[in-house]
């Protein structure tokens, strides 16, 4: 067992890092991070992968614990529902939630991100920037760090390293040596490429900033969040390859040509669509699902580092802060008892990201394709319904997902069946005033128990 007086080194400063390290600095550990990017208060730069991002319950819930959640809010936006453009263009709005307290926020990446490391660092948190860990010998416990300033590289030694380090982390690298290491990794044979729509006329915004807007257009889809600040980040999921793809997109006459008979009323604000479309690089997106996410007492992965997914329901990083209320209150009950807290870590949260992983990728056919389908909006009234009159019983699955801190992998259980449920109800009636209640009834007492709701 370790004292609390010895260093927990982290690798990686994104969002979960210091938030972890903000935690475990409250909770009396002496935490260090080694980061690889440059400072990002003193070099602004693009955060990488979508210049904002939509955050949940579960997010908010980790950010509130750590007090930082109410001081937040001033860099945050609520989001009440989709706002679907159809190519007419028309507008349809879907709201989220039951009423108005069921929104997501919009948070610039980069704004959370230095919110989290001025914080980290005021509870004592050293943080080492342009300091990239190449390495971490898992038996002897030896860290291997590359200034990327001075090209210099040096060994530490320490007991125990939990690497915070995203989707492509080198602690997972070191695990990957181990025996019996379990590792799958599965990317979409779709791209993306961020946008921006500038402030509109007046300094407000160029589109209603209390929606998420979403172009869905089949195969492929456009979204842009709102930021405080008077713009939208936006986002263009594409294939690679194949019809409507970026392997197609190589001119500006290509681009500008897909964009204006696509998406013409967002072209209509986004008056550097084509710049931003060859400055901008385009990224991929993966699932990794691995174990063990702990090598004895030494090492641990958490969040992207230990199960990347795809973005389309909007939870990576609700996710990964899941991940730190739940490792904390681990930390509350075992101390700095690593080898308990380890390996109890992820038997509560491996099921549950394995099935938010699951969810994600599924939400992407609902996501590009489906939100624009009459029967799809018509069951989401029925479930709407539904919830108003079974509040315990009968959640929607992204409210769950969404507003609740319900397991995941009990979102996507309930989530499977309550989908039958509704293809059983909403079959043959196109009015909500045809449901029938009593059939409503018998499936939902017969196939579905109270909904344990944590607070
Ligand atoms: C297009 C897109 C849109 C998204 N939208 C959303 C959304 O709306 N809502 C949501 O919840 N999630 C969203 N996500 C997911 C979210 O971005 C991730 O889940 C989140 O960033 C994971 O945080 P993390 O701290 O685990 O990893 P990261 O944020 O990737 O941070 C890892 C950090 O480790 C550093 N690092 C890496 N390797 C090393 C090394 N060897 N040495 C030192 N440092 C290292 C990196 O520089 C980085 O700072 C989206 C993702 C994508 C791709």
Same mark, same amino acid.
């Given at each position: 067992m370790t004292s609390k007086s010895e260093t927990v080194t982290l690798i990686g400063a994104g969002l979960v890092g210091p938030l972890l390290a903000l935690g475990l600095a409250k909770r009396g550990f002496k935490v260090e991070i080694y980061e690889r990017r440059p400072d990002m208060r003193r070099v602004r730069m693009s955060a990488g992968r979508s210049i904002n991002l939509a955050l949940s319950t579960r997010g908010t819930h980790a950010l509130a614990a750590a007090g930082l959640w109410g001081d937040m809010q001033r860099i945050a936006i609520p989001m009440k529902g989709r706002m679907m453009h159809s190519a007419t263009p028309e507008l349809t709005f879907q709201p989220y939630g039951k009423d108005d307290s069921e929104v997501i926020y919009a948070i610039s990446r980069a704004d959370l991100n230095i919110a989290l490391i001025d914080a980290a660092e005021a509870q004592g948190v050293k943080i080492g920037f342009q300091q990239r860990a190449t390495g971490f010998l898992l038996k002897t416990g030896e860290l291997r760090l590359w *200034?990327?300033?001075?090209?210099e590289h040096r060994t530490l030694q320490r007991n125990v390293v939990i690497g915070c380090d995203g989707s492509a982390s080198a602690i997972r690298s070191e695990m990957l040596k181990l025996n019996r290491f379990n590792f799958s990794q599965q990317y979409l044979d779709y791209g993306y490429k961020e946008l921006t729509i500038p402030i509109g006329a007046g300094g407000s915004h160029a589109l209603d900033a209390h929606a998420l807007h979403i172009w869905p257009r089949g195969n492929h889809m456009l979204i842009a969040l709102p930021n405080v600040d008077g713009t939208f980040g936006c986002i263009l999921f594409l294939p690679f390859e194949g019809r409507d793809s970026f392997a197609q997109l190589t001119t500006r006459a290509d681009v500008a040509d897909f964009f204006r008979s696509r998406f013409p009323d967002a072209v209509a604000v986004m008056p550097d669509f084509v710049e931003n479309f060859f400055a901008n690089p385009t990224g991929s997106m993966v699932t990794i699902k691995c174990s063990p996410?702990?090598?004895? *007492?030494r090492a641990l992965m958490l969040g992207d580092a230990a199960h990347a997914i795809v973005p389309f329901f909007g939870q990576g990083i609700n996710c990964g802060f899941e991940d730190c209320t739940a490792f904390l209150e681990l930390v509350d009950r075992y101390g700095n008892d690593w080898g308990r807290v380890f390996p109890e870590f992820e038997e509560a949260r491996k099921i549950n990201t394995d099935a938010i992983a699951d969810l994600a990728l599924e939400n992407f056919v609902e996501m590009r394709d489906?939100?624009? *389908?009459p029967r799809f909006l018509f069951r989401k009234r029925i479930e709407l319904a539904l919830e108003a009159k079974y509040p315990q019983l009968f959640v929607p699955k992204y409210a769950m997902v969404t507003f609740h801190r319900v397991p995941y992998a009990t979102a996507l259980k309930r989530g499977q069946v309550q989908d039958r449920m509704l293809t059983a109800l909403c079959d043959g009636i196109d009015r909500i005033e045809d449901l029938d209640w009593s059939k409503a009834d018998r499936l939902i007492r017969s196939e579905l128990t109270p909904l344990e709701l944590p607070s």
């Open positions: *200034d990327e300033q001075t090209n996410w702990h090598a004895e *007492d489906r939100v624009s *389908d």
